[in-house]
Nanobody, 128 residues
């Protein structure tokens, strides 16, 4: 069983930056593909970014590409999301997710249903 706890959310002005972190416990962190998703009010949860179990594959949604950067530290069992040039439309609850069944040769997981473990979420609000 994997437990995930996000931190780092808050309120920031448009154009600003935030860094989200997700601390994992349980399971074998280095074997997990890790992802970030977000859910804005009235909208479905959507993929933001993911990093494969060895860090060799990284992917972003088109809406955040070039502004957000995902990284992982297997020794600390953490995954981070650096968010730059934030826009009001980035306002959402951000969720960390883990896929413990991924294999190195598989495509990067971007679907919500492909992740087994989820954090409780952290709110990010970008004011205009």
């Amino acid at each position: 069983q994997v437990q995930l706890v996000e931190s780092g959310g808050g309120v920031v002005q448009a154009g600003g930056s935030l860094r989200l972190s997700c601390a994992a416990s349980g399971g074998t962190f280095s074997r997990n593909t890790m992802g970030w998703f977000r859910q804005a009010p009235g909208k479905e949860r959507e993929f933001v970014a993911a990093i494969s179990r060895n860090g060799g594959k990284i992917g972003y949604s088109d809406s955040v590409k070039g502004r957000f950067f995902i990284s992982r530290d297997d020794a600390k069992k953490t995954v981070s999301l650096q968010m730059n040039s934030l826009k009001p439309e980035d306002t959402a609850v951000y969720y960390c997710a883990a896929d413990s069944r991924s294999i190195l040769t598989a495509p990067l997981r971007v679907g919500e249903s492909e992740y087994q473990y989820w954090g409780q979420g952290t709110q990010v609000t970008v004011s205009s």
